[in-house]
Every structure is written in C-alpha cells, then in structure tokens.
C-alpha cells in the first residue's frame, strides 16, 4: 500500500498489500467444502453456500504483514523487503469462528485450533500447506471472523478466496487465506509457518518466541510531492497540514507524536472506526525552507510506545521502529 | 500480476500491474472536469456524469508496463526492477476519445494531442506533471477509450479515477491515468515523459527511438509449487499441462511455441476475447525426473518474433526477451 494511501479509512481492495508465500491457489468456490475436524464430537463439512447462511458479522480491520518495517533493519534479513508499506484496513464480511467451532464441539483436551489453507510450497526446504493455530480460548473470542467479503464484495482470488480466517490484533501471518480446514489437536502444533517461521530470533539459531499480537505503529501520509527513483519529498514552505494513521494490537491508541528534527509535539487524534481499526492523526506544521526530517509514534493503552532503534531479529519481524521521511522544504 | 494469475481471463482488479511515477492524486470526483483545449474550435469542459452520458464501449484490452523484463538485463537498468510480472487484462468501459475530441474540434494545425494527467512529482531533477501525446490520427482510431470503469466497477484511485485513456497495443505509459485535460497543441510535444523518458536508448546520451507499440509476448503459469525465496519449481513427473498467454501490439498472435531444454514445439493456439487482448495456449508435456529449463515464444502476424537475447537498452525498455522457468521433476 503506497503511503499516500493513508488518507483512506479504508484501503481500496488493490491497495491492501498482499503476502502470499506460495501461489495464489486455484479454488472453484462451488466444489470447496471447510471441513471441522480432529479432536471434534462432530466432524463438520459446510459448502461456501451454507456459511452465507450463518449469521454475519461485518467489521472494519486494520492488518500488518509480521515482516513490515524489514528494510529499515541492517543487514536487511531475507524475505519480502517491505518498507513500511505492508498495513491496511478493510471490512470483513463473515462468521464468527466461535459459530462454527461449536457445531463441532471440540473436545476439553483440545490445546491448539489449526488452520489450514490450500496454498502449498517448499520453504528453506521443507514442502508444506502453509498452517497456523490459535490456543483454543483465542480461537473462542468473538472478534475471529470466517471471512467471505472484503469491502462488500467476495473476496478477491490474492485475499483469501473463498474464506479466510481474520484474527484482528495479530499480524497477517495469523490470518489464514484460502481456508479448507480447521483442526482441533490434542498436542502442541509444529508447522513449519508457527515453529520455525514467524518467531522472534536473535540469530538463526535461536529457537526464538512466536510472533503475535501487532506493535505500536504510527504512518504519516508523506506531504509534497515525491521524487521518482529517491521517493525524497519536496514540500512548499508554510502551514503544511501533517496526518497518518496509528494503530495497536496491544492496546488503542492513547498519543501519536511528530517528530520534526527530533523535537516531538503531540498530534490531534481522530476517530477510530472500530475496535481493531486505525486511528487518524493530525499536526500542523510550520515548514521553514531546508531540509528536515519528520517521524511520527504512536503509544498504546497498555503504554508500549514506538522505538526510536530496533535490536536486529533474524527473520525481520515486528520492527515497529518510529518512520522517518526526508523532505526539502522550498 | 504473479503469472499463476496469468489462469484468469480477465486479471482480479487488484492483481492488475500498476506503475506509478508519483504519488497517486487526491481526486474528488464530484469536482474534478476535464477540460479539452489549446488549437481547438471549441474548448470544452465536461464533468464525469457528462462524460458517462455519452455513448459508450466496453473493451477487453491487455496492457504491459514498457519497463516489464527490465530485471533481466545485465546491468539491471534503474526503475521498476520487474521480472515478468507487469502485464494484465482488463474490461475497460469508456467513451471513445474520438467522440470528446470531435466536440472540441481540433484545428487542422494540430500536430499532437498531449494528455495531461493529475500526477505531479521531480524526476531527474525535473518537477514535471506527467502528460504524454498522440499523433492526431492516431487519437481519432475507434479503439481509444476515455475509460471510467475497470472490470465494470468505477476505476479504483490507483488504475486513474476517475477518468484515464486506454491505448490498446501500446505499452501502458500511454494509458495516461487520471486525466485532467486533453490539449492539441501545433508543436512536437517535448514533455519529460515523452522526450526524456519511454526512449530506446543505446545509452545515456543517446536520444534513442520512443517506446511505442507493445512487443510480443508469451509467457506460462509457472508449472508445480514454487520455494518461497528462489521461486524455483518443484513438478511431479508425468504428463503436465502447461498453459499460459501471449499478445502483441504489432499484429495478432499466430504462433506460439514452448522450450523444452532448447527444444522448440509449437502449441496449442486458444480463442481470443478481442482484437487487444492476449491469446491462451497450452502445450503437454511428458516431465521425465531432473532439471529441466522450460521456454515459450510468440510470433505476431507481421513476423515479429520474442528473442532469445536482448541487446541492452539504458531504461531497460520493451525486453520481451524469452521467459525461461528452471523446474526440478521429481
């Protein structure tokens, strides 16, 4: 999602970034079936028709890609080189997880709920369907949707299609696309898309800890305009109108700042258009001719605020570090 | 467009390559009018409730960004580092520019017509709005659209709403997006994105040739599961349909033909949606175990056949050089 695309409260369907691991898979949505199955008093099979007929819920959701922020670390670990453009926020359309949990009634010695999508690939050499699981009290929560539609339309083949999980206030690793079943075991799960990959990790070594809930980040819509190549900004001198977003999946959003040459002011906030949404701000600034440098960060409920530096992670996961834009004031 | 979504007919709205120089225009498009004007009898002004009250067409087209296989030229040139990857097809419904220009009356001593869009930003130190021209007799050709709906939904911010022209068979940096006025001027149009950029160029200093029609082009859903870094595929060995699309702007596609390790095979040629839409083929293959290197090339009605190398160009424009897909059978 390019960042001028912060101006949006919700991301148009092409705008909202997009990781897929593997290929998108091709489902015909009329022969899918979700399949509820494992550790179950009743083993459950629903056709795409019969989930529509469940009742809905419709939520506004603001997701991130676990490895957005990866290039601002050096030496920039491997995968998807995201700046920090991978965050959107959409409607969901869909059933709660919790509905359809219960028509299969997981047994009491359930200790994780996986998901399963059909997207399947070969990662650091192992093949595999890309897997998640949530603990079992997660799983139950009200906010996990089975989702079908996405700004009021079916979900788009690279979104999920036919239904995906969405797990508002965890990175989009969680989210699982291209559902086809949801499995309740009786042990620890150890996919390789939860054990090895999606972990916290000093170095390659380290068993590390599960990437989860989504850190404090704050985006400033760049003002002026850019340059093409350098994506450096010109701005006109004089009252220069500075909004962005902010968002939390630790706790909502209580201050956003702005950093202009490393002096911070608070900014107004805006709205927020749910539980699990982005939250606009405003500040207005005085651009004086010359160079300048503006951040911005955001600090949540829970009192997590946004770094300034990051310690390096193996994988680049979760740098929420404070976004700097370089302009040049005319 | 990852090429496993070179499956669909018609590419997912979001799927659809985008190439944007600057940042993506604030538009509202209840204010928003595009003005017709410089050497013309009548200036006109038109709102886009008026321009939808025209007659209108519904057009398949194919478009490719000029910059697409840029990545496989050696050095890399700057810009867009695409693979493969910057080519889509839509359902375009608009008016045909020819209908809005005959409104305004171009004067005789029109020797261009410049579109100008909403865009604005400093490329090679040259602030500039992106405009781009036409020959008049080129923009008066039935084919050329003023396009408001994409896959028959309103364009989305990022493919040009409100309002962008189409050029079918040209590459995209002609598709101005975002249009705001349209201006027959009576001398050689010398805009940044004309003059300086979309050129052939043999290198820096070379004025070069403009980038104009589209090169054929063919290529293939990559076959089996890909590794998630190298994107190299994985095939069970035995019979495998490989299929994929070709197009040209220089002349229908008559022939394509796939690679097997260097050996050539013609395939299978499928039905063709319209005039400026890529064609399907398919072509069977009998995967034995190991490495195989898979290829396919097009060749156009005028003759004109993808290349197996590519002579360097400084923009690294219009390499349809031949796709080559490293598979492992196993």
Known sequence: ?????????????????????????????????LQIRGSV???????????????????????????????????????????????????????????????????????????????????????????????????????????????????????GAPLRLVVPGWYGMASVKWLTSIEAIEEPFKGFQQSVAYRYQREENDPGSPVTAIRPRALMVPPGIPETFSRRRRVDSGRVSLTGRAWSGTGSIVRVEVGIDGVWHDADLGEQMGEFTWRGWSFDWDARTGDHVLSCRATDAEGEVQPLEQPWNFQGMGNNTVQTVHVCVV
């Open 41 to 159: 008093l009743r083993r459950v099979e629903l056709s795409l028709n019969e989930i529509r007929l469940l009742p809905a819920v419709r939520m506004p959701v603001t997701l991130e890609c676990a490895g957005n922020g990866r290039s601002r670390l050096t030496p920039r670990p491997r995968s998807q080189p995201w700046i920090e453009e991978a965050c959107s926020t959409a409607v969901w359309t869909g059933v709660p997880l919790k509905t359809v949990l219960a028509q299969a009634g997981p047994h009491p010695e359930t200790v994780e709920v996986v998901f399963w999508g059909a997207d399947h690939g070969i990662q650091d050499g192992h093949a595999h369907t890309y897997g998640r699981s949530l603990d079992p009290e997660h799983a139950m929560r009200p906010e996990i949707l089975l989702a079908y539609e996405m700004n009021g339309r079916p979900l788009e083949p690279q979104h």
């Open 1 to 33: 999602m390019p960042l001028e695309a912060l101006r949006y409260d919700l991301t148009p369907t092409g705008l909202h970034y997009v990781l897929t691991h593997f290929d998108i898979p091709n489902i015909d949505p009329e022969r899918w079936r």
